[in-house]
C-alpha cells in the first residue's frame, strides 16, 4: 500500500513539475431553460484546433495558447454557440439552449456521446427520450426494462426488471442514485423497478472496461443521476396509468441560486383488488417512492446538492372470524405482511479548487430492510371459561451504509484528464433474524450481524496520446475490513482507443474488478428475500478479470455500427449449496453456501439509427455463460440460469409529426437454463434411511439441464402530444405481448390422469394500457395570460 | 404468510395461465438403481430396480422390480466370488455369505436390457461401542416453555477416515409406528455436525482416533403429537416416549449418498430451494453400494 501511495505522489510531482501553464479556460455548461449542468459537452479553440469535452458535473478546463480565443460549444439537442473570449476572460458559465429545429429535435441522441473517439469500452449512455417514447408494461415507465434492450445486457425473465450484464448476477452491478448504491432495485417482486424515471435525468451503464474511478462490483456499473430541480421556473409533471400515478414539481427557491425537485409515486393495486377480497379480509398490496432533491449555488466555486430516496413495497392481509353456539363461542384474527424498501440520502459538495482542478464530496447514506411478519389471536369460550392463544413470528434482514469519499478531476492540459480520489463505507449486514411468541413462549434466532469497511482509493489518466490514439490507465486500491481481518486488492485498469479513420476506431480494455459484497439468493430474479453478506474469513471477495475489443463505426446519415467482444473470468462466486434456500433454520448463512468459478464470454452487435424521423437500433448478443461449483454438480461445470445463447432487442421510434409519434419493440431471448429431472427412481429403503418419508427422487445429468421455451414479444405505443395553453399533454397508448405470445415463466411436472406432463406458466398475456401525462408551464401559463386576458 | 401467499398467487392466477408443453429436450435411457448395503456379520442382499421417465407415463413401484440380472460380489480381501442363488419379490438379490468388517467388495452386474453395471466397496466398517450416554439435560434455550433434551455420549473414534450418521428414534409401544425425532449437535460441543431434521451426519475429521464427547439436542416426542409436549402453548397434558439412539458408522459412499438423499427429500419441501444430484457410485447406473455397521442404545 505505501508502495502505492509513493508512487502516486511520484507520479503526480513529476506530472505537474512538466506542466506549463498559458490560460486556462474553465467553468460550468448549464442548460438555460432548467439550469441543470450539462454533461459530454464539446468546447473546442477554434483557432489553435483544442477541446475538451464537460465533465459528470458539467465542469470543463481548456488550456490553450495564451491568446485570444473564438470557442465553440456544441452538444446534441443545443444550439451551438460561438464566444470570443478575450486574454482576461478566463472563468465562464455558459448557457445552452435546447434547438427548436425538427428533425434535429426529434433525435435528441447524445450524438456527442459517439463512441468512435472516446476510450469508453463496453458504455451504454441512456436518452431520457428514449424512456418516454417505448412501448411499456401497465404503463409503468422503467429505465431499467430499457437498459434491457441493450447488447450484453439481459433480463430475467418475463416482466423482471433486474438486469444480468455480460454473464453476471444482479448482486454485481452497482446501482447508484446520485452516487449512493441502492440494494434493491425491485418493487412488485422484480416486475418494476425502483426507479421513477420523471426525476432521473442521467443514466450511464458500464459493462466493461471500467475505469479505475469505478469498483465495488464486477460487472457493470449503473451511475443514474436525480434532476437538479430547475432554478428558472416552476414545472409541475405527472402521469396517471392504470396501476400508478406520480408527481414531480421542480423550481427555484431563489432563482439562479437555490432549487428543489419532489417527485412521487404511489400504485394502487390495494384499491383495485378490493372488491376481490373477501368481506372478513382486509389489506392489500401497494407500492411507492419519493425522489426529492434541492441544489444551492454557494458561488461560482461552490455548490451543494442534497437528494433523497425512500420506496416501499407493503403486502398485508388481516382475516378475522367469529361465531357463536349455545355453549361456546369463539374469534380469530390472523394477520401476515410483508414489507421491503429502500432509503438513501446523499450530501454533495462540488468545488471548484482552481482552473484546474474540481473536487466533489459526498457523503452518503442507504439502507436496504426486508420485514415478513405473521401474527395470529384466537380467544374461544366454552361453558363460560374463556382460552385466549396468541402467536406472532417476524422475520428481517437488510443492510445499512455510512459513507463519504472524494473525487478529483485534474485537467492540467487538453491531453490529459486525471481523476483520483478516494472514500469509505461503513456496511452494517444484518442477515436474517426470526422473532416468535406465544402468550407463554418467547424467542430470537439470528445470525451475526457485521460491522465493515470498505475503503477505496483510485487514480486514472484519460490521456490523448496523438490525433488518433487515446488511452485510460488507472489502478483502483481497495481494501475491506471486517472480523479484524483485512484484505486488500490493486485493481489495474486499461482502455485504449486507436483511430482508424475519422468516424471508425478500435477499441480495447482490460480491467480487474474486485467484490467485497454478495448477494445469496435462491432464484437470481431479485426477490426481497435475497440476503446481502459480506465477504468473511471464510467468504473471500469475489474477482474478475475481463478483456475486452471492439471496433466502432459512425455513418452517414446518422448510422452507427459497433461489435464488442469480452471474455469474463470470476472466482470467489458464492451459491446455496444444494438443497439449502434462505428459509433454513439454520441461519449461519455462511454453513448454506459454496464458493466457485464462473465464465462468462460473447460478442454484442449494435446498429442504431440516430436521425430522421425513423430511430431505432438492433441489438444482438451471442454469448455463454457457465459455473463450476466443486460441491455442486458433482463439480462439474453447468450453465448459469442466465445463460442466453441469443438475444436480439428490435427498437423503433417513428415521429409522424408534432402530434403523434410511434414506438414499437421486437425481443428475442433463448430460454432460461432450469433443472428438470428426466428420470425417476426408488431410494434405498433399509433401517438407516427407513424414516425418510419421500421414496423416490429425480434424476437429471446436470443443474440447469434442460432449456425453457424462448422468449419473444412484440410491444407497440402510440403517443399523442397537445400543446395547450398551460402546458403540454402527452395521451400514450402501449400494446405489451401484441401477438400474445404465452411465454414461460416457470416449468413444473404434475400428474394427470396417470402421467406426467411438463406444465408451463406464463405472466402477461396481451397487455393494452393507457396512460395521460401533464406538463404544467408557469411561463406559458403567465404569457397566455397576459396576451388573451384570461388562461 | 399463508394469507399473503394465497393473495399473491390469486394475483398471479388472475394474469397469468399455464398451458402443458412438449418436452423438448434430450431423452434420457431408463437406467438401474442399485441399492446394496452391506453390513458386518450380516447376509449379502442387494435389490435392483429401474428408473422410470419423469415425463409419460407413471409407473408402479412393484412394475420398477428389476428381474433378470446376473449378479456377481467379489470379496477383493479374499477374492473369493459369490452369486446370488435367489431374488425374492422385493427384487432381492440374496447371497449365500455374510459381510466381514474390513473387507473390501467388488459388484459386477449384467442385465440383458441395462448392460454392465459395476462398483466397490473399500472396507466395511466396524462398530463403534459407546461408552457411556445419558439424557437428563435440558437444552439451553432462551424461550420459554417445552425444552428441547440432550444425549450426552461418549466414544473412541476408530482408527482411520469414519463417517457417522445419527439417528434418534421415537419408540411408539400404541400402534409400532416410530418416528424419527429432530436432532441438531448442540451449539457448544466442539463438533460441526451437517443435519437435516431426522439425520444427523458427521466426519471425524476434527476428532480422529480420539475419545469423543458429543451432545445432541433433540425435540422430545409426546403420544398423541409430535408438537405439543407440557408446557408448549399452554398445554399441561402428554406422554413423552421412549427412544432408541442409533449409531451408524459408514463408508463414505453411503455417508455422501444418504447425505444428498437427506438434502433432496428435504429441498421438495420448499419450491425455492436449490435442487439436489443424488449421489450414485454405481458405473453405468444409480444408487449405492456400500457399508455399513450399527450400534444402538434404549434411551431411559
Known amino acids: 500500500m505505501r508502495k502505492i501511495i509513493l508512487s502516486i505522489f511520484i507520479f503526480f510531482v513529476v506530472f505537474f513539475s512538466f506542466t506549463q501553464e498559458n490560460r486556462v479556460i474553465n467553468g460550468?455548461?448549464?442548460?438555460?431553460?432548467?439550469?441543470?449542468?450539462?454533461?459530454?459537452?464539446?468546447?473546442?479553440?477554434?483557432?489553435?484546433?483544442?477541446?475538451?469535452?464537460?465533465?459528470?458535473?458539467?465542469?470543463?478546463?481548456?488550456?490553450?495558447?495564451?491568446?485570444?480565443?473564438?470557442?465553440?460549444?456544441?452538444?446534441?439537442?443545443?444550439?451551438?454557440?460561438?464566444?470570443?473570449?478575450?486574454?482576461?476572460?478566463?472563468?465562464?458559465?455558459?448557457?445552452?439552449?435546447?434547438?427548436?429545429?425538427?428533425?434535429?429535435?426529434?433525435?435528441?441522441?447524445?450524438?456527442?456521446?459517439?463512441?468512435?473517439?472516446?476510450?469508453?469500452?463496453?458504455?451504454?449512455?441512456?436518452?431520457?427520450?428514449?424512456?418516454?417514447?417505448?412501448?411499456?408494461?401497465?404503463?409503468?415507465?422503467?429505465?431499467?426494462?430499457?437498459?434491457?434492450?441493450?447488447?450484453?445486457?439481459?433480463?430475467?425473465?418475463?416482466?423482471?426488471?433486474?438486469?444480468?450484464?455480460?454473464?453476471?448476477?444482479?448482486?454485481?452491478?452497482?446501482?447508484?442514485?446520485?452516487?449512493?448504491?441502492?440494494?434493491?432495485?425491485?418493487?412488485?417482486?422484480?416486475?418494476?423497478?425502483?426507479?421513477?424515471?420523471?426525476?432521473?435525468?442521467?443514466?450511464?451503464?458500464?459493462?466493461?472496461?471500467?475505469?479505475?474511478?469505478?469498483?465495488?462490483?464486477?460487472?457493470?456499473?449503473?451511475?443514474?443521476?436525480?434532476?437538479?430541480?430547475?432554478?428558472?421556473?416552476?414545472?409541475?409533471?405527472?402521469?396517471?396509468?392504470?396501476?400508478?400515478?406520480?408527481?414531480?414539481?421542480?423550481?427555484?427557491?431563489?432563482?439562479?441560486?437555490?432549487?428543489?425537485?419532489?417527485?412521487?409515486?404511489?400504485?394502487?393495486?390495494?384499491?383495485?383488488?378490493?372488491?376481490?377480497?373477501?368481506?372478513?379480509?382486509?389489506?392489500?398490496?401497494?407500492?411507492?417512492?419519493?425522489?426529492?432533491?434541492?441544489?444551492?449555488?454557494?458561488?461560482?466555486?461552490?455548490?451543494?446538492?442534497?437528494?433523497?430516496?425512500?420506496?416501499?413495497?407493503?403486502?398485508?392481509?388481516?382475516?378475522?372470524?367469529?361465531?357463536?353456539?349455545?355453549?361456546?363461542?369463539?374469534?380469530?384474527?390472523?394477520?401476515?405482511?410483508?414489507?421491503?424498501?429502500?432509503?438513501?440520502?446523499?450530501?454533495?459538495?462540488?468545488?471548484?479548487?482552481?482552473?484546474?482542478?474540481?473536487?466533489?464530496?459526498?457523503?452518503?447514506?442507504?439502507?436496504?430492510?426486508?420485514?415478513?411478519?405473521?401474527?395470529?389471536?384466537?380467544?374461544?369460550?366454552?361453558?363460560?371459561?374463556?382460552?385466549?392463544?396468541?402467536?406472532?413470528?417476524?422475520?428481517?434482514?437488510?443492510?445499512?451504509?455510512?459513507?463519504?469519499?472524494?473525487?478529483?478531476?485534474?485537467?492540467?492540459?487538453?491531453?490529459?484528464?486525471?481523476?483520483?480520489?478516494?472514500?469509505?463505507?461503513?456496511?452494517?449486514?444484518?442477515?436474517?433474524?426470526?422473532?416468535?411468541?406465544?402468550?407463554?413462549?418467547?424467542?430470537?434466532?439470528?445470525?451475526?450481524?457485521?460491522?465493515?469497511?470498505?475503503?477505496?482509493?483510485?487514480?486514472?489518466?484519460?490521456?490523448?496520446i496523438n490525433e488518433k490514439l487515446k488511452v485510460n490507465i488507472g489502478i483502483s486500491y481497495c481494501g475491506f475490513l471486517v472480523d479484524k481481518i483485512s484484505y486488500s486488492k490493486p485493481q489495474p485498469r486499461f482502455a485504449l482507443n486507436y483511430m482508424l479513420t475519422e468516424s471508425s476506431s478500435i477499441k480495447l480494455g482490460y480491467a480487474r474488478t474486485a467484490q467485497f459484497l454478495h448477494l445469496l439468493s435462491n432464484t437470481g430474479i431479485g426477490l426481497p428475500t435475497d440476503l446481502w453478506v459480506p465477504t468473511t474469513d471464510s467468504v473471500p471477495p469475489v474477482i474478475s478479470d475481463q478483456i475486452s475489443g471492439g471496433y466502432v463505426k459512425d455513418f452517414q446519415k446518422g448510422y452507427s455500427f459497433s461489435v464488442e467482444g469480452y471474455y469474463k473470468k470470476m472466482t470467489n462466486l458464492i451459491q446455496y449449496k444444494e438443497g439449502s434456500s434462505f428459509f433454513d433454520a439454520n441461519t449461519n448463512w455462511q454453513s448454506k453456501i459454496e464458493i466457485g468459478r464462473g465464465w462468462a464470454y460473447g460478442a454484442e452487435f449494435f446498429l442504431e439509427k440516430k436521425r430522421g424521423k425513423l430511430t431505432g437500433w438492433i441489438g444482438y448478443t451471442l454469448s455463454w455463460t457457465n459455473r463450476q461449483f466443486d460441491n455442486i454438480n458433482f463439480g462439474k461445470i453447468f450453465p448459469y440460469r442466465y445463460d442466453r445463447r441469443h438475444d436480439l432487442s428490435v427498437v423503433m421510434t417513428y415521429k409522424l409529426n408534432d402530434t403523434w409519434d410511434f414506438g414499437a419493440v421486437f425481443v428475442y431471448g433463448t430460454g432460461n437454463a432450469v433443472t428438470l429431472g428426466t428420470q425417476n427412481y426408488n431410494l434405498a429403503y433399509n433401517e438407516i434411511t427407513n424414516g425418510i418419508k419421500n421414496s423416490q427422487v429425480s434424476y437429471f445429468n446436470s443443474i440447469n439441464n434442460y432449456r425453457m421455451p424462448a422468449y419473444h414479444r412484440l410491444d407497440v405505443s402510440a403517443n399523442r402530444t397537445r400543446e395547450k395553453k398551460w402546458g403540454q399533454t402527452v395521451l400514450s397508448f402501449s400494446v405489451y405481448n401484441l401477438y400474445n405470445r404465452k411465454n414461460p415463466y416457470f416449468l413444473y411436472t404434475d400428474n394427470q390422469q396417470g402421467k406426467t406432463v411438463l406444465m408451463q406458466v406464463s405472466l402477461f398475456p396481451i397487455i393494452p394500457s393507457v396512460s395521460w401525462k401533464f406538463k404544467f408551464d408557469f411561463d406559458k401559463y403567465k404569457a397566455n395570460k397576459s396576451i388573451t386576458g384570461q388562461p | 404468510m399463508k394469507k399473503i401467499a394465497i393473495y399473491l398467487s390469486f394475483i398471479l392466477l388472475v394474469i397469468s395461465c399455464k398451458k402443458e408443453i412438449p418436452f423438448t429436450g434430450a431423452l434420457q435411457k431408463e437406467f438401474i438403481v442399485v441399492n446394496g448395503f452391506i453390513q458386518d456379520d450380516s447376509i449379502v442382499k442387494v435389490s435392483l430396480s429401474h428408473s422410470t421417465p419423469s415425463i409419460g407415463i407413471v409407473d408402479t413401484l412393484a412394475n420398477q422390480i428389476t428381474f433378470g440380472a446376473t449378479l456377481l460380489i467379489t470379496d477383493l480381501t479374499t477374492n473369493e466370488k459369490f452369486t446370488s442363488d435367489s431374488v425374492d419379490i422385493e427384487g432381492n438379490y440374496i447371497f449365500k455369505t455374510k459381510g466381514i468388517k474390513g473387507h473390501n467388495y467388488q459388484l459386477a452386474l449384467n442385465h440383458p436390457e441395462y448392460g454392465v453395471v459395476s462398483s466397490t466397496i473399500t472396507s466395511i466398517p466396524s462398530p463403534v461401542s459407546i461408552s457411556e450416554w445419558d439424557t437428563s439435560s435440558i437444552a439451553s434455550t432462551k424461550g420459554k416453555g417445552a425444552k428441547n433434551k440432550l444425549l450426552n455420549f461418549t466414544f473412541t473414534d476408530p482408527i482411520g477416515k469414519n463417517y457417522y450418521v445419527f439417528k434418534i428414534v421415537a419408540i411408539d409401544t400404541s400402534d409400532f409406528v416410530d418416528r424419527n425425532v429432530t436432532i441438531r449437535v448442540q451449539d457448544n460441543t466442539q463438533i460441526s455436525g451437517k443435519t437435516n431434521g431426522d439425520f444427523l451426519f458427521l466426519?471425524?475429521?476434527?476428532?480422529?482416533?480420539?475419545?469423543?464427547?458429543?451432545?445432541?439436542?433433540?425435540?422430545?416426542?409426546?403420544?398423541?403429537?409430535?408438537?405439543?409436549?407440557?408446557?408448549?402453548?399452554?398445554?399441561?397434558?402428554?406422554?413423552?416416549?421412549?427412544?432408541?439412539?442409533?449409531?451408524?458408522?459408514?463408508?463414505?459412499?453411503?455417508?455422501?449418498?444418504?447425505?444428498?438423499?437427506?438434502?433432496?427429500?428435504?429441498?421438495?419441501?420448499?419450491?425455492?430451494?436449490?435442487?439436489?444430484?443424488?449421489?450414485?457410485?454405481?458405473?453405468?447406473?444409480?444408487?449405492?453400494?456400500?457399508?455399513?455397521?450399527?450400534?444402538?442404545?434404549?434411551?431411559?
Open chain 1, 28 to 464: 460550468y455548461i448549464i442548460q438555460k431553460s432548467n439550469g441543470e449542468k450539462l454533461t459530454s459537452i464539446s468546447i473546442y479553440d477554434t483557432i489553435h484546433k483544442i477541446g475538451v469535452i464537460s465533465s459528470d458535473y458539467g465542469f470543463f478546463s481548456l488550456k490553450t495558447l495564451n491568446d485570444t480565443v473564438v470557442i465553440r460549444v456544441s452538444g446534441s439537442g443545443f444550439e451551438t454557440q460561438f464566444i470570443n473570449l478575450p486574454i482576461s476572460k478566463n472563468n465562464l458559465t455558459i448557457y445552452l439552449e435546447k434547438v427548436k429545429s425538427l428533425d434535429v429535435a426529434i433525435v435528441k441522441i447524445k450524438q456527442n456521446k459517439s463512441q468512435v473517439n472516446t476510450t469508453n469500452i463496453g458504455t451504454i449512455e441512456l436518452s431520457m427520450d428514449k424512456v418516454d417514447k417505448l412501448p411499456v408494461l401497465l404503463g409503468e415507465k422503467d429505465v431499467l426494462k430499457i437498459l434491457q434492450l441493450m447488447p450484453g445486457v439481459k433480463s430475467g425473465g418475463e416482466g423482471s426488471s433486474g438486469i444480468y450484464v455480460r454473464g453476471g448476477s444482479p448482486d454485481q452491478n452497482l446501482i447508484l442514485l446520485d452516487g449512493v448504491p441502492v440494494y434493491n432495485a425491485s418493487h412488485l417482486f422484480g416486475f418494476f423497478s425502483v426507479f421513477n424515471s420523471d426525476a432521473i435525468s442521467q443514466v450511464t451503464l458500464t459493462k466493461g472496461g471500467f475505469p479505475a474511478r469505478y469498483n465495488g462490483r464486477v460487472s457493470s456499473v449503473l451511475d443514474m443521476k436525480m434532476k437538479e430541480g430547475n432554478n428558472q421556473k416552476m414545472n409541475i409533471e405527472g402521469s396517471i396509468g392504470i396501476i400508478a400515478s406520480r408527481i414531480l414539481i421542480e423550481g427555484p427557491i431563489k432563482k439562479d441560486k437555490t432549487a428543489f425537485v419532489i417527485s412521487a409515486r404511489r400504485t394502487y393495486l390495494d384499491f383495485l383488488a378490493k372488491p376481490f377480497l373477501p368481506a372478513d379480509n382486509t389489506g392489500g398490496y401497494y407500492f411507492y417512492d419519493v425522489n426529492a432533491k434541492i441544489n444551492h449555488k454557494i458561488n461560482d466555486n461552490h455548490h451543494l446538492y442534497f437528494s433523497t430516496y425512500f420506496g416501499k413495497d407493503v403486502a398485508n392481509i388481516t382475516s378475522t372470524s367469529s361465531g357463536n353456539t349455545t355453549y361456546s363461542s369463539f374469534k380469530n384474527q390472523n394477520t401476515s405482511g410483508l414489507n421491503w424498501g429502500n432509503a438513501i440520502a446523499a450530501l454533495r459538495w462540488n468545488y471548484r479548487i482552481n482552473s484546474k482542478l474540481f473536487v466533489n464530496t459526498t457523503f452518503t447514506y442507504s439502507k436496504y430492510l426486508f420485514n415478513l411478519g405473521t401474527s395470529s389471536n384466537n380467544s374461544s369460550t366454552f361453558n363460560n371459561v374463556t382460552t385466549d392463544k396468541s402467536f406472532s413470528f417476524n422475520y428481517f434482514s437488510g443492510i445499512n451504509d455510512w459513507s463519504g469519499k472524494s473525487d478529483f478531476t485534474y485537467i492540467p492540459n487538453p491531453n490529459h484528464t486525471i481523476r483520483f480520489g478516494f472514500g469509505d463505507i461503513y456496511h452494517t449486514f444484518k442477515p436474517g433474524v426470526n422473532t416468535y411468541s406465544t402468550q407463554t413462549t418467547s424467542g430470537t434466532r439470528s445470525a451475526d450481524f457485521k460491522y465493515t469497511h470498505e475503503i477505496s482509493s483510485y487514480v486514472e489518466d484519460d490521456i490523448k
Open chain 2, 203 to 300: 466426519d471425524d475429521e476434527l476428532f480422529e482416533n480420539q475419545t469423543k464427547s458429543v451432545s445432541l439436542n433433540f425435540r422430545p416426542s409426546y403420544y398423541g403429537s409430535e408438537s405439543f409436549g407440557p408446557g408448549s402453548f399452554g398445554s399441561n397434558t402428554g406422554v413423552e416416549r421412549k427412544y432408541r439412539f442409533e449409531f451408524y458408522n459408514v463408508t463414505e459412499e453411503v455417508y455422501n449418498y444418504l447425505l444428498s438423499v437427506s438434502n433432496s427429500v428435504q429441498s421438495r419441501k420448499n419450491p425455492l430451494s436449490e435442487p439436489v444430484k443424488v449421489y450414485t457410485n454405481i458405473t453405468n447406473g444409480m444408487g449405492i453400494f456400500g457399508g455399513y455397521a450399527k450400534t444402538v442404545v434404549l434411551l431411559k
